[in-house]
């Protein structure tokens, strides 16, 4: 089965080296943005063309997506008419979330990680513009591209280290339509950063969706 997979804003291809081996049963082609196409783009869609442009000729079963990574995959679907089965959403968030959701990792695992996590976000969020970063901080809603897609949406999120907290998927600040088309699943013990948090429990999840389990 092939799969598209992008990364989120401010990172680069390291942020699947935990988890790309335990993939390979997959044809997975890994996007990796130019910063020459990041530097001019203006919104996310200004990306989502050069993806699509780059890609379009390919045929995908799922593409996943990290934070505006699955944002530009539902992109590619709805308004691009990339053909696929499953988008896979790894903490996109389609409208702005409660603080719940906001934090990049669990205190543990910025310890462990921060070192390499935020040197590289610090480095890459330099090549975006403005207007793209504001684009995905205030007052956006991306949930229309979710009622008007065929495929099927699954949304990966991180339990935050509260795994029997019952208000995880209010705090997405979704309606109730958008809500009914995500099969939602949770990471346990992660933040935004699940593929380098817990990357075996990511890998599971994502397997099972690919195999319909």
């Known amino acids: 089965m ?4 992008l990364y989120g804003a401010s990172c680069t291809l390291d942020v699947w080296d935990y988890i790309k081996d335990d993939l ?9 943005y130019p910063h020459e196409i990041i530097n001019t783009s203006q919104n996310i869609t200004d990306i989502t063309k050069w993806v699509y442009h780059t890609y379009k000729n390919e045929q995908y079963d799922f593409v996943i997506g990290h934070s ?4 530009i995959a539902l992109e590619l679907v709805v ?26 990792m669990l205190p543990f695992n910025l310890k462990k990680y921060g070192d390499w996590v935020i040197p590289m976000i ?4 330099k090549y975006y513009t403005d207007n793209i970063k504001k684009s995905l901080q205030e007052s956006f809603d991306f949930t229309g591209l979710i009622r008007n897609t065929h495929s099927n949406v699954y949304g990966i999120y991180g339990d935050r280290g509260k795994k029997h907290y019952d208000r995880r ?23 935004h950063m699940p593929m380098i948090e817990n990357p075996n429990e990511l890998v599971e999840i994502i397997n099972r969706i690919i195999l319909n389990k």
Not at 95 to 102: C, D, H, L, T, V
Not at 122 to 125: N, P, T
């Open 24 to 32: 390979l049963d997959y044809d997975l082609t890994y996007v990796d």
């Open 68 to 71: 505006m990574g699955g944002l």
């Open 2 to 5: 092939r799969g598209l997979v």
């Open 122 to 125: 610090k480095e890459e969020s």
């Open 169 to 191: 998927i209010d705090d997405l600040n979704l309606d109730a339509e958008t809500i009914k088309k995500i099969d939602f699943r949770f990471v346990t013990d992660s933040c």
């Open 79 to 104: 308004e691009f008419n990339l053909k696929c089965e499953k988008i896979i959403l790894i903490e996109s968030n389609l409208k702005p979330a409660n603080e719940f959701y906001r934090n990049l």
